[in-house]
Nanobody
Framework: QVQLVESGGGLVQPGGSLRLSCAVSGSIFSINPMGWYLRAPGKQRELVAVITSGGSTNYADSVKRRFTISRYNATNMVSLQMNSLKPEDAAVYYC???????????????WGKGTLVTVSS
């Protein structure tokens, strides 16, 4: 069983920072890519940032130069450093990973349960 467990959400004031982390566990051959999506109230889930096994990144325009995604291949972890947070960044943030299992030839998409980020004064 593959599990993605997020941590690090919470309440922060506008202009503040938070760091989200996600630990991936299970029978894993490879993870590519992994990253973060968000779902704001009343909206569909959308990309925040993803990173490949080689370190290539893709960010939503709204978070460029404010958020930084990092991955730690040895420990199957991914983090999202969020700086200069704005009220419009408030959402549930989901960890995402496309994982190939040790006994499969194809990858599959996996999601964490989400962590709530609230940006408010």
């Amino acid at each position: 069983q593959v599990q993605l467990v997020e941590s690090g959400g919470g309440l922060v004031q506008p202009g503040g920072s938070l760091r989200l982390s996600c630990a991936v566990s299970g029978s894993i051959f490879s993870i590519n890519p992994m990253g973060w999506y968000l779902r704001a109230p009343g909206k569909q889930r959308e990309l925040v940032a993803v990173i490949t096994s080689g370190g290539s990144t893709n960010y939503a325009d709204s978070v460029k130069r404010r958020f930084t995604i990092s991955r730690y291949n040895a420990t199957n972890m991914v983090s999202l450093q969020m700086n200069s947070l704005k009220p419009e960044d408030a959402a549930v943030y989901y960890c995402y990973a496309r994982i190939r299992g040790r006994t499969s030839s194809d990858g599959a998409d996996y999601w964490g349960k989400g962590t709530l980020v609230t940006v408010s004064s």
